[in-house]
């Protein structure tokens, strides 16, 4: 561009110096000399400063191609560096991982490799006035949703997080959610069973659920007590709708702190389903069953807690057992015991 305009500058002097000459030659005045002579010296400063423009344009162009290789050279060790990094975390996170925990994990890898990806809403309720229990409640939630978000589930935890319309952004998330895990302790149960001229948002959770539950024909919500007894823990009647949440298959997860490898079993086992299985439809999965297998016989020589039936007991009563497990009522030392299956087989 510098070079076109440059002989645009040459070409319009070469037509003035024409006119001039062709002015001298008919009106014999040679005082337009001068003025030529002056042109002819601004044509050639121009001419300078333009090179010099382009003497500088190109040192700039040279500069940043110097400096794009370096930022590029950069890039490349920075995520070499992120790269070892992230292999060095792994290795010494499960350096620092139990046996159980290793095969537990490689557990939740499996189920999701092999499996769809789900969408999963958690429904809780704040513990009231005790700042300790909420953040024992929040951490253990965490490490539920980390735990599913390794099997491949997307998971919505925390109204706290949303933007917008509260009610709506729950609405939603429900609507597309494939499971409603309802956390059942008896601050829930409390919250659930307030009776005030507005629904409050736990309500509300409930309602929507419940609603999607019906009309689904499945076992859309999972109840999992956290906290309590099955009657100190579980809502009589959900707001607003007909089920009764006895009718539901109900998931014990009091002793997960006490007993991890219970925690693990009740995530894991088949007969009556874990949460995984029933998550995922694990039920029928080879996969699955191949490596739980495994599993199992790190989770049985690592503990001495009395634990279910193994995968292949469980495998054999898999046809003999419905898929609804009737819930019974025990009455013992005054409060009540909820027995389903095999969860419990002590009081």
Known sequence: ALEEEKNLWKEQIQKQ??????FNYEHKSYNSSQLVNTLRIGVQEASEDLEKTRETYLEQIQKLEKTAKEMEQKEKIAREKVEILKKTLEEFETQGLSPMKKEYMELLKSINRHNSPQEIFISYAWEEGEAKASK???????????????AGAQVFLDVRNMQGGITKKMKDEIKKANKVLLICTPRLKKRAEERNTNMNNLQIEMTESFSKHNETGEDFVIPLIFSGTFGEAIPERVANTPVKIEDILVLDFTEDAAHPEKYYETMTRLS??????????????ENYKTSLRLFQSVLRDSSNYHLSPSIDDEVKDLDKKKRWI???????MGFLRHISGSVFDTL
């Not at 110096?17 to 062709?22: G, L």
């Not at 024992?136 to 390794?150: A, N, P, V, Y």
């Not at 009737?326 to 013992?332: F, K, P, Q, T």
């Open 17 to 22: 110096d024409q006119q001039i000459e062709k």
């Open 136 to 150: 024992q409640l929040q951490e253990r939630l965490e490490i539920l949703k980390d735990h599913l978000q390794e």
């Open 272 to 285: 009556p389903q874990g949460l995984l299985s029933m998550i995922f439809n694990l039920a029928e999965d």
């Open 326 to 332: 009737n819930i019974e009522w025990v009455d013992h």
